[in-house]
């Protein structure tokens, strides 16, 4: 099929919910993507931090192979061994004492995590509590309730009304204000993906972890984006050494095949019927995830994980002092980075001249270039990404 049918046919009977860019990908192998022509590009977005092996990962491929011809799914009625040993692995590999329900999506994730804070809320104290505490840049999702948890007001339009029990902060110090004798919880990103990839002070997020202890206010880290090793630690959470209450994540965890998990310090918050999902958890998708951590899990102990890191960010810390005209600042953690432009015109150009240059580059809030390469990422791919990028900037 010609680029310009499917684009038409997708035009006719696809709802149009995204700016699509018509770019007619067939292959990937790596951190590279090849077009119907044979194009090659190199990718530092991972389908948004979920390709978090890269395409073509052949263990990954073959986990799934081998569990799409015994069994893809059950329910949740019955044993699945996959699911068990998936929610043991994130327990282990992060260290925290807690137990994992599994959704479909990162905001299945959040609805999830939403309902423990409005459960323990009215379990827990004189009154019902029922307020969740968000920031105004903040991202969790576009279902009707994660949409309002959002806290950025653009994306409120036309879909009210909403659920009550959403209050927004200006930022990590304004929190505090906004406590309540009805607050159950605090809901963040560490790292805010849509937000502009700012990571937050280790100190102050410490000392609102404490701080939320002695209110007997849970802490919820949304680990949708910065989960599952690309900051560098399973959870960025890890890397911040807080124990959250909750923690819900998504993106990265099976590679490419739809999961969302939830992980709670209360583990018996939930009987039986509280909470449920037909495909959440299913042996297809725990499948997959359990090859993902097994191999991001060897990348971390070896070494190789964090020169990965160290190499990345150097080339956007060179790029960033070559061209101080454009690029005001390098920020990130892990492999979660962003270059700060110098305004929002200007990221557009440059995004559009680093895909004529075949590297596909995000954006994140109003002026940040968003980088989420795969975590298998190799030295030469980076090296081609960033002579493209530097070809890109010529052009400017
Ligand atoms: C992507 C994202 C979500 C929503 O995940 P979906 O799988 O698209 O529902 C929620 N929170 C954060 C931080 C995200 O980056």
Known sequence: MTTQDLKQMDLDYVLHTYARNYIHFVKGSGARLFDNKGKDYIDFSTGIAVCSVGHGNERLANAICKQAMELIHISNLYLIEPQAKLAKELVTQSGYDMRVFFANSGAEANECAIKIARKFG????????YQIITLDSS?????????KATGQDKMHHHFGPFPDGFVYAKDIADIPNKISEVTCAVLLELVQGEGGITPFNKSEIQELAKLLKEKNILLMIDEVQSGIYRSGELFASNYYEITPDVISTAKGLAGGVPIGAVMTRLKD???????????????????????????LKEEKQSGRLDKTIAYFTQNLQDLQKAYPEIFIQEIGLGLMRGLRLKDSELLTIFLQKTCEKRVLVLKSGKNTARFLPSLLITREEIDEGFSRINEAIKEL
């Open 139 to 147: 991202f969790h999702g576009r279902t009707i309730s994660t949409l």
């Open 122 to 129: 009215e379990v827990n104290g004189k009154t019902k509590r």
């Open 269 to 295: 918050i939930f009987s039986p019927s509280d909470h449920g999902s037909t495909f959440g958890g299913n042996f297809l998708s725990t499948r997959a995830a359990l090859e993902v951590l097994e191999i």
